[in-house]
């Protein structure tokens, strides 16, 4: 019987083969990859021009987070302080500090805080550390004016002398906080207090434990999913979990 194909093509299954194996593995390992913490920046701690201790100033001094992060509230970005916004304090505090020196330099003055004729005044440039990616639109105003605390994305802060990448921020880690986020919401005034506890919150409102159905020996767990769920209900909310929420 005559040959109807080339003899090349009997190899021709095994070499679909292996490219469908080396195809399969390839999206594996990639996949794998972009799972792990090290893809999702979890753990990133870059050194900044000016070493900004968040311990000190958010938990101690008990700055609020909007005085250096004004557009949180307002707009998509939260944004960052300007020179003008650490001098402010600075100009008065730790007068001469060498950990100061991009700030003088950013203002144009000299440790004495004399005006430096003719300087040229540098920009303080702050490594940027929470970074979502380009085709992910996230909005700061939509979440905390509505009961989203900072702490939920940024993890303990206002303890951290450096600051450094807490969460994964993964598409999953978006979509379980928007189909229970109850879970996350508090009272606005609490938002920006990053050691908020339910349980403290709601002791002596007697009201609202009734108005929730807060029992005795309740978790703080169960404390804040029975107060989400009313704040979830006076806000209605009704969170997104399609994929042109965020992606647009």
Known sequence: MANFFPRWTNLLPLKIAVCVIFVVLGLTAAFSYYATPKAQRVGYQPDQPIAYDHDLHANQLGIDCRYCHSSVDKSPSAGIPTANTCWNCHQHVAKGSDKLAPLRAAMGVDKDHAVIEGAVKKPIEWVRITKAPD???????????RGVSC?????????????YHAKDLSMAFCLDCHRAPEKHLRPLEEVY???????????????????????????????QEKLGNLLKTNWDIHPKDSCFTCHR
Do not use: R, W
């Open 135 to 145: 085709y992910v639109y996230f909005d700061h105003s939509a979440h905390v004016n």
């Open 193 to 223: 207090n990053l050691d908020y506890d339910v349980l403290t919150y709601l002791e002596g409102k007697d009201e609202l434990k009734k108005q929730i159905g807060f029992e005795k020996g309740d978790s703080a767990e169960k404390a």
């Open 151 to 163: 702490k939920s994305c940024h993890g303990d802060v206002n303890h951290m002398e450096k600051v």
